[in-house]
């Protein structure tokens, strides 16, 4: 089982542009610098997004993208939803009708149970939850009392 790509590189652009945008509305190309992502493919990661109202472009010489809602307010669920659709492992919980076993099926009960974890752990971490994690990474000593 993989994460998509387009996955991690949206919760990466997200975490960059919510760590950035305190400075005003953030440049595509400078998210895409930072991360190592190309711009091309960041464009469409944040025209979907843009799209599902997590984030807003400004146009213009001081324009860029800025978050649509405080990062406290966007859960990792809704970034993924945006990019990939309604978080589900198997096709058979989200559409009991694509297996004619579903109604007898030991293992789609345990799919089922899984996704119901990995979406309540997912909407449960919020982007501001992503921010503090990286800021720790980057500064490990930050947290850290000496006597």
Known sequence: MRISTQLRY??????DLAENEIKGPVLAKSIAERQGLSKKYLDNLLGALKNAG?????????GGYHLARPASRITVEDIATALEGPPCLVDCVADP???????????????RDL?????????NTTLADLVRKSREKREPGARMYYI
């Open 10 to 15: 949206g919760l990466r652009a997200m975490v």
């Open 97 to 111: 009708e694509v297996c004619k076993r579903v109604s007898r099926c030991w293992a789609n009960d345990f799919w």
């Open 115 to 123: 996704s119901e974890m990995l979406v309540k752990f997912m909407r």
């Open 54 to 62: 997590l984030v807003r472009s400004i146009r213009g010489a001081k």
